[in-house]
């Protein structure tokens, strides 16, 4: 899932609080970093294919074995995005991968845990595995600042004696169904452990049991170019209405943020047939199944690319190149021949050349039928406003300014 190195910049910190103070908030509007990581990308389809066969496997049986308005702002490191939260009191800041895909929230990966007076440890273990990287050490209860004057106390963390594939960053700050914190507590316990987003609803911080996530395409290294937002969405980030889709029921997709889905390329071509799948942050690909990849390969003429795993096309290919349609609940969301293009002005990053041109589109890694046949990544969720409804059960998208953009 992860790199083993990750070059890690926070454009902007976070105030962070001493007190809780747990009241309604007026929206906080604040800004997500992107930053290209420079040193592993080339491996990005390898650690996006450990990353949705760790899903795949850890959904299995459902345990994870392996308002106010708050947006908090986020680095993108072209395999992830990183924000800064502050732990304790007097708190500590700690980069946090933040992650759709995993529900436990930890430290300790690089900077070490500073205990404090709010710092209390329980008798739990804590332990999960995500592809390519891992964690194991103990459980605290301690405050967690989200944003200045946004604390939640008691939060349940895991502080990491022992992490690998973490390299740049301190861990990760879950944000995925709650169930997903099932079994990853010594002694076992059938109990879910409260996110930080469900603590928040529940002390009454933010109205909604929800979050909003914008993202936005960028041909640059580095830049700050979106949000996260929790307890409602930011209606500067979308265009037109939000339009949702119910959990899927279908195991494994089911343990996250899943969605039954069909994907056509151009008028009439059918690359995958409903079917359920995810919506994930920690993803930075569009991974379909095996069998709809070939289909997607015939109807584009790309060839895999030695060099970085991923699709290739040729500049006549690309100029005949359809849009991808992707339908769920009756809603179908385009995604244009520009938004299935790695940007072109990043392909030496990734290890490619910088005359040609790649796709965000590739290989789940397995056929379709087993339950999870998709993985919308940020690729994906860089075009459309996605919003992730505890609450209601359910997962929204609306279009963007950039949905059609001419980025790449």
Not at 63 to 81: G, L, M
Not at 204 to 219: Q, R
């Amino acid at each position: 899932m992860f790199p083993t190195t990750i070059l890690t910049t926070l454009f902007l910190a976070l105030a962070v609080a001493a007190n809780p103070i747990l009241i309604n908030r007026s929206p906080i509007s604040l800004p997500l970093s992107r930053r290209l990581n420079l040193t592993s990308i080339d491996n990005l389809l390898k650690h996006d294919q450990a990353r949705a066969k760790s899903l795949k496997t850890a959904g299995t049986g459902g345990v994870f074995q392996s308002a106010a308005v708050v947006n908090e702002p986020i680095t993108n490191q072209a395999v992830t995005y990183v924000a800064s939260i502050g732990v304790g009191s007097p708190a500590t800041s700690y980069s946090l991968i933040v992650d759709t895909g995993s529900s436990n929230t930890w430290v300790g990966a690089g900077k070490a845990y500073v205990k404090t007076s709010t710092s209390v440890k329980t008798s739990n273990s804590v332990s999960v595995t995500y592809g390519s990287g891992s964690f194991s050490g103990t459980e605290y209860l301690d405050q967690v600042t989200i944003a200045s004057g946004l604390v939640i106390p008691n939060q349940s963390i895991g502080v990491a004696s022992t992490s690998s594939g973490f390299s740049g960053v301190d861990g990760i700050l879950g944000i995925g169904p709650v169930d997903l914190t099932v079994g990853t507590l010594s002694p076992a316990t059938t109990s879910s452990i409260p996110t930080v987003t469900d603590n928040l609803f529940a002390n009454g911080v933010i109205t909604a049991d929800e979050i909003g996530v914008s993202f936005e395409p960028t041909t640059v290294q580095s830049i700050v170019n979106g949000e996260i937002t929790w307890g409602g969405t930011d209606s500067s980030k979308f265009t037109g209405s939000i339009n949702y889709t119910p959990l899927t029921t279908t195991s494994p997709a089911r343990y996250y943020w899943g969605i039954n889905q069909s994907i056509r390329y151009g008028t009439s071509t059918t690359i995958l047939s409903s079917t359920a799948g995810i919506v994930d942050t920690g993803t930075t690909l569009i991974l379909i199944a095996t069998n709809a990849l070939t289909k997607y390969k015939s109807a584009t003429g790309a060839v895999v690319d030695n060099a970085t795993g991923l699709l290739r096309i040729t500049s006549t290919q690309y100029s005949n190149l359809k849009s991808l349609f992707f339908t769920t609940n009756g809603v179908t969301y385009e995604l244009t021949a520009n938004a299935q293009l790695w940007p072109r002005s990043l392909n030496t990053y990734i290890g490619g050349t910088t005359s040609r041109i790649y796709l965000v589109v590739n290989d789940l890694g397995s056929p379709s039928g087993q339950g999870l046949d998709f993985i919308n990544g940020y690729a994906f969720l860089e075009r459309f406003y996605s919003v992730f409804d505890t609450a209601n059960n359910r997962v929204g998208f609306a279009t963007t300014p950039y949905t059609t953009a001419t980025t790449n």
